[in-house]
């Protein structure tokens, strides 16, 4: 069974930087799409970006140009770097990885809270 493990989530004030990891397990991960996603209070889960096995990236249009998404499958791992920051961007953030649509695993999230 595949599974994902966040980690970095922290508060940190408005133009501050973070770093997120994602580590999965298994053999497969170089296959497979890995992605961030979040979550607001109060509103729904919403895709933050994702990296393809090929190594193609995707971000959503309100963190383009701040957040870079990259992956290191000798690590296994998905990492999000996160740079200044926005009181706007304070969600759960959810590591993802992608077999397929019907293979899916999500990370148990990890807290972001940008505010002075």
């Known amino acids: 069974q595949v599974q994902l493990v966040e980690s970095g989530g922290n508060l940190v004030q408005p133009g501050g930087s973070l770093k997120l990891s994602c580590a999965a397990s298994?053999?497969?991960?170089?296959?497979?799409?890995l992605g961030w996603y979040r979550q607001a209070t109060g509103k729904e889960r919403e895709l933050v970006a994702t990296?393809?096995?090929?190594?193609?990236?995707f971000y959503t249009d309100s963190v383009k140009g701040r957040f870079t998404i990259s992956r290191d499958n000798a690590k296994r791992t998905v990492y999000l770097q996160m740079n200044s920051l926005k009181p706007e961007d304070t969600a759960v953030y959810y590591c993802?990885?992608?077999?397929?649509?019907?293979?899916?695993?999500w990370g148990q999230g990890t807290q972001v809270t940008v505010s002075s």
């Open positions: 993802n990885l992608r077999f397929s649509s019907w293979s899916e695993y």
């Open positions: 298994g053999s497969s991960v170089s296959i497979a799409q």
């Open positions: 990296i393809s096995a090929g190594g193609g990236v």
